[in-house]
């Protein structure tokens, strides 16, 4: 029989390790259990219990020296935000349906925050604001399964946020995404702030993979996800260009059908 006492206390270690991980105190550098039972002020056992569940989460991961960060590789990451913008795009669908009006209100408020990051190009600042934003969304969904699916990520998503927005300019396209974002939850545009979001996510998801690739070097399978992020990437400005096409021509057959007597 389980002792409720020891199952307490792994929860207490797992919920405590997760958040040092969150605040880069546990990084890719191995650390012992003992070490970890001595910073949590817990006995080895619920360390050990909260590690096994980590590592079942591909957060963290084994080694001789001692347990440290899981490393994903490139195909995970592409996985993980192929995942994330789907799941996030439904939760963002499903707030606006709900209440987008107040949503964007409370978005509103982080913004005023995030643009003053912009200024001082305050990439720490903005990455802690992004995480808000978008777990405000999440939070405003409804959708228990989707918040634990999501949280399932949280830790891979956090550790590689800051290196989607090390990109030129990208904190500022970010930062009009957001913008964007917030506006079409005011309007409650379901369908319009889904596809939004998913785009914005999967454009980290084809940045970090990119990144990744440059720093580690290697290929991509041509039948991967990390493929189809990398295309849809590449495929974004044509198809934004073709948007704008189409918005200007519905907009000149709008004005010609006005001057129809």
Same mark, same amino acid.
């Given at each position: ?27 890719? /550098? ?24 980590? $590592?079942?989460?591909?957060?963290? /991961? ?23 913008? =789907? ?35 305050? %990439? ?9 934003? %978008?777990?405000? =969304?999440v939070a405003s969904s409804g959708n228990r399964r989707i918040r634990e699916l999501l949280h399932s990520l949280e830790t891979i998503i956090v550790r590689y946020r800051r290196m989607s927005l090390l990109y030129p300019d990208h904190l500022q396209r970010s930062y009009e995404d957001h913008v964007k974002i917030a506006e079409l939850l005011a309007r409650e545009r379901p369908e319009e702030v889904e596809t939004q979001i998913r785009d %914005? ?6 940045? =970090? ?5 440059? =720093? ?21 400005? %044509? ?20 001057? $129809?007597?």
């Open positions: 029989m389980v002792n409720s006492a020891t199952v307490s206390l792994a929860d207490r270690a797992y919920d405590e390790i997760r958040r040092m991980i969150s605040e880069g105190k546990i990084r890719t /550098e191995p650390i012992s259990e003992v070490r970890l039972a001595e910073t949590i002020q817990v006995s080895r056992t619920p360390v050990r219990e909260a590690v096994r569940r980590l $590592v079942g989460e591909n957060v963290l /991961e084994v080694t001789v020296q001692g347990v440290r960060l899981y490393l994903p590789s490139v195909e995970d990451l592409a996985e993980v935000y192929y995942t994330r913008a =789907i799941l996030e795009g439904a939760a963002a669908r499903l707030a606006a349906t709900i209440d987008g009006a107040a949503l964007a209100r409370r978005l509103r408020m982080i913004l005023a925050e995030a643009e003053s990051m912009l200024d001082k190009d305050d %990439h720490d600042g903005f990455a802690r604001l992004n995480g808000r934003f %978008h777990g405000a =969304i %914005h996510i999967l454009r980290a998801g084809a940045r =970090i993979v990119r990144a990744t690739l440059r =720093i580690d070097g290697g290929t991509v399978d041509a039948r991967s996800t990390a493929a189809v992020l990398l295309a849809l990437e590449s495929a974004a400005p %044509h198809e934004q260009l073709r948007t704008r096409k189409r918005r200007d021509t519905r907009a000149r057959t709008r004005r010609r059908s006005s001057k $129809v007597v």
